[in-house]
């Protein structure tokens, strides 16, 4: 089953009662045992608890069985807006939801897809009753507090996020063809989640409130908690503030609709893209089918299995004619789709592609798959499932999940069987079942982008009202209107780092954790683009990337193959100051994980043939992220703040000409600078010993030698100039893009802690001023943020955010005088650090629940050289901040007089208005790679 929540998660579960998992052999999955304790109140509440004591937190999950499936002609996009207007404030907490969360350091948010919408709060454990609260409140009592302002507000936040989603994305609106092509106009899969930008705009307060009384009642959802709480106290609270809340009306279950295609459909529409893409899809079954696991092996086999599906041998690998491809099968409640995406290389035909795509097809067809390729399909579904579900907030909407979906939380169990019962002679039918002549086929060629459908008014006068269901009085036996009190604190202790050293220098961080049968290896290396040569950039990511690519002992193939066998990860990658290489694992594979990653790090040879494909592959990428707005302003903000000439200006991952001109001889070299056991840590987290693994790790790198160290200093950034405004041309883009921003402190700078804080009041919060004043107040964006980046030398400071094109210039009026302000007449006050310490602190325990959160983690004290304890102090000295040090970094590291503003939009429609601002008489107009064009649009340097 693959929804839209959890497209990766595998299905091989057992339930064993003695222990949370067992070590099985080659074939069977490795099991985990989710306890699970289930129940219903007398007003229809499905309840679901799942005790986890590992980490001081608990999700409380909810799903509403409703979602774009239940809308009807002219309310298209209702259960999305609901979505957002679920976070607005409810009777007896009008406000803001995040607020009173966030202060605790919850992580919160809401999705909705077309067959359900969920929302989750994932807070410390002594948070949970206020958690319920807040969710009870809007379960019952939303509409009082529901006004025609608030609509409007949000209305407009969604339509800002279709703007950033669907119509100033690349292909964004593709999948609004393919469902419209696909599902009959009278389908409820016909129309887009997001709904209709005229929908949108027709939506009453008496819609919006009919929607609500019929669908988000405790009849129509169910509620999970997953994590560390006790299960005779959750129960109390739950039927405190949940029990009292009546029951709606019924909602009826829509069956089954698998539309039925009499002939294929080939569609065409341009965009403003470099890769033409070709998608294919076939109708196929809905989730629970018997032929659902098949069909997901199926697309695993095709394109899904890492640099061994079909489709990447054929199209990536043999013949190099594709940038990407994939196949999947999502599915879900009345139906589902088997769905091929390839994009091709800039010069290819798709249709030679989709040719040479279809022969893959047919071959699987008339052969099948071979039993090796089942087997590893299952393996990584497996692998994924496990190490996906060490997160309570995954576990919590995983239950959740199948108890809407099957009724029953442990339905995955029977799931399971199915899966792991696949035959390459299941998977085989299948593919000639409904993999068929009878497809929608869509191409996206470049050209101008498709035109977007008009953001015209509908006469509501002329719609039928919905029905508005009665609704009973709650009769509570406590006051609801008092906010319960978050509890003390409960303890909590970072993980302890037991570190080593190998004897040619490596050193090793180790922390235990055995209570799921999961080992991550976490290579980071102090060197990446920050070491580039000049004109080689680019390098220390080929470089990282060809690590996987071929041994003395295998080649790419074969890496590939032997990681799928085991259901193992195994990824490479350089940065700007770092390269890493992780591997995580079942540890009943330990032995021969350790052995491949061992041998990638010992034994590369970068292979000519494969260096070459990757560069193929990189120059298609570096051309295509050029589509795309928040792309062009990321690289050419750099560029602007710290010029060519410094490793943080440049362009990551290089420049078309600088890749095209690598060599293995520079990767080679740079290799062998940089990848040095002296020059290195390896961070170890998950069920292992440090003895155990020094003793496999020094017997297995003892030919790993160490050298001289690269020099890492970084220069000085340019000096700063006054306020200037700079402008990208994006013809016909539905929003701008905002950057403005300065340099700011190195990671180093005893003020770390104060900054923190500043930026988290700023705009490191849902509840910060920026985001506040630009999306709640202004509906000007869906979402505004700022940030310090801290690096070995000094990183910037920036502020984001998508803005619509009408409001650009009022949207960058409000950004700077957020700016101005905190420097000046509006300090951070009292209540706003103490809310912000309040995040920042309880939220603390968060950062280490999985081996891939404290392996990342703990890359901070590699990179950076902070004592191994330095997690352990953390909370105390974010307590010990003043409202003097927060005021005093403010002004001496934010200067709104000498930033950068970056805008990235339609130049014909807010040229004229930016220069209307009183600090932008000037704007510099620039091409995407941040060139300076003249007045007749040519490169200036031309």
């Known amino acids: 089953m693959h929804f839209r929540t959890i497209r990766t998660l595998s299905l091989a579960v057992l339930m064993l009662a003695s222990s949370p998992w067992v070590r099985a052999d080659e074939r069977k999955p490795q099991i985990l045992d989710l306890k699970v304790e289930t129940y219903t109140l007398p007003n229809g509440l499905q309840v679901i608890l799942h005790e986890d004591h590992k980490t001081p937190i608990v999700s409380v999950n909810i799903w509403y069985k409703v979602g774009s499936k239940n809308e009807k002609a002219g309310r298209t996009g209702f259960a999305h807006l609901f979505e957002h207007l679920m976070f607005q404030g409810s009777k007896n907490h009008d406000n803001e939801y995040f607020g009173p969360l966030e202060q605790a350091g919850a992580q919160i948010n809401g999705s909705t897809t077309e067959d359900r919408t969920n929302y989750y709060d994932t807070v410390p454990s002594n948070a949970l009753e206020l958690a319920l609260w807040l969710e009870s409140d809007r379960m019952g009592f939303l509409l009082p507090a529901l006004t025609q302002a608030k609509l409007d507000n949000q209305r407009d936040v969604v339509k800002n996020e279709r703007r950033q989603r669907v ?19 009278d389908h409820p899969y016909h129309h887009s989640v997001i709904g209709s930008m005229a929908d949108l705009s027709a939506a009453s307060l008496d819609d919006v409130s009919a929607f609500f009384r019929t669908y988000y009642s405790p009849n129509n959802a169910s509620l999970c908690l997953a994590g560390d709480f006790n299960p005779a106290e959750a129960k109390k609270l739950i039927a405190k503030y949940f029990a009292p809340l009546p029951k709606g009306p019924e909602v009826a279950k829509l069956k089954p609709s698998v539309p039925k295609l009499a002939e294929s459909k080939h569609l065409t529409m341009t965009d403003a893209v470099k890769l033409p893409r070709a998608q294919l899809v076939w109708p196929t079954v809905p989730n629970g089918h018997p032929d659902e696991q098949a069909l997901d092996i199926l697309a695993a086999v095709l394109g899904g299995l890492h640099k061994e599906n079909r489709l990447f041998l054929a199209l990536m690998y043999h013949h190099q004619l594709a940038a990407q491809v994939s196949a999947a099968h999502p599915t879900q409640s009345l139906s589902g789709v088997f769905q091929v995406s390839i994009s091709a290389r800039p010069g290819e035909k798709l249709d030679e592609l989709v040719k040479i795509a279809d022969a893959e097809i047919e071959r699987l067809k008339t052969d099948g798959p071979t039993d090796d390729e089942v087997l590893k399909a299952q393996n990584e579904r497996e692998s994924d499932l496990i190490t996906g579900l060490q997160s309570e907030t995954v576990r919590a909407d995983f239950l959740n999940q199948y108890n809407v979906v ?59 009202p919905l029905v508005m269901p009665k609704t ?8 609801r209107s008092v906010m319960p009190e978050v ?48 004109g080689k950039g680019g390098v220390a990511s080929l470089t990282a990337s060809l690590l996987t690519e071929g041994t003395k002992n295998r080649d790419s193939l074969a890496i590939a193959g032997a990681l799928a066998e085991i259901g193992t990860t195994l990824s490479a990658s350089g940065g700007l100051e770092s390269s890493t290489v992780t591997l995580t694992t079942l540890t009943k594979h330990t032995e021969r994980a350790l052995e491949l990653f061992t041998d990638v790090l010992m034994n590369p040879t970068f292979p000519e043939k494969e260096l ?28 602007l703040l710290y010029g ?38 390896l961070v170890v987290v998950g069920d292992t010993t440090p003895d155990a693994i020094q003793n496999v790790l020094e017997s297995a790198l003892k030919g790993w030698k160490s050298a001289e160290v690269p020099s890492h200093a970084i220069p000085e950034p340019p000096a700063s100039k006054p306020l200037s405004v700079y402008l990208v041309d994006k013809p016909a883009a539905a929003q701008s893009m905002l950057y403005v921003g300065q340099v700011g402190e190195p990671r180093n700078t005893p003020d770390y802690f104060p900054l923190q804080l500043l930026n988290t009041v700023l705009g490191g919060q849902f509840n910060s001023r920026v985001n506040l004043n630009l999306r709640e107040d202004k509906g000007y964006t869906y979402g505004a943020q700022t940030a310090f980046v801290y690096r070995h030398g000094r990183g910037p400071f920036v502020a984001v955010t998508p803005v619509a094109t009408k409001d ?49 983690t703990l890359d901070e004290l590699v990179m950076y050289r902070l004592p191994d304890d330095y997690y352990n102090s953390y909370q105390a000295k ?13 002004k001496r590291d934010l200067h709104p007089e000498s930033m950068i503003v970056l805008v990235v939009g339609d130049r014909s429609k807010v040229e004229k208005e930016l220069k209307t601002l009183p600090f932008a008489k000037i704007v510099t107009v620039l091409d995407v790679e941040g060139n300076p064009v003249t007045e007749k649009g040519q490169n200036a340097a031309e």
């Open 167 to 185: 119509d100033n994305e690349p292909y964004g609106q593709a999948s609004e063809r393919l469902d419209a092509a696909l599902y009959p106009a």
């Open 406 to 464: 099957f009724g029953d939380p442990m339905a995955y169990k029977a799931e399971m069987v199915r899966l792991f019962a696949v035959k390459p002679a299941d998977v085989k039918r299948v593919a000639n079942q409904y993999v068929t002549g009878h497809r929608v086929r869509l191409d996206v060629l470049p050209g101008a982008p498709a035109e977007r459908a008009p953001e015209s008014t509908v006469d509501a006068s002329k719609q039928t």
């Open 472 to 479: 009973e009085v709650v009769k509570d036996t406590f006051d």
């Open 487 to 534: 509890g003390p604190a409960p303890k909590f202790t970072p993980p302890r780092v037991e570190r080593r050293k190998l004897s040619n220098g490596l050193e090793l961080l180790v922390v235990q954790r055995h209570d799921l049968p999961i080992l991550t290896l976490h290579l980071v290396v102090r060197g990446g683009e920050d070491l580039e040569p000049k």
């Open 612 to 639: 070459q494909r990757l560069i193929k592959q990189r120059v298609a990428r570096l051309e295509a992220r050029l589509d795309q707005p928040q792309e062009i302003a990321r690289l050419v903000f750099r560029r």
């Open 644 to 681: 060519l000439d410094h490793p943080y200006g440049r362009p990551d991952q290089g420049t078309v000409k600088s890749v095209q001109g690598l060599t293995r001889d520079d990767v080679v070299d740079f290799h062998k600078r940089v990848f040095l056991p002296n020059n290195a840590a």
């Open 808 to 856: 650009t210039k009022a949207a960058i009026a409000e950004l700077m005088k957020e700016l101005k302000d905190i420097v000046g007449p509006r300090p951070v006050k009292a209540d706003e650090l103490a809310f912000a310490k309040g995040n920042l602190i309880k939220g603390f325990p968060g950062e280490f629940e999985t081996t891939g959160h404290v392996a990342s």
């Open 878 to 890: 974010i307590e010990a901040v003043t409202l003097a040090d927060v005021e005093r970094v403010a």
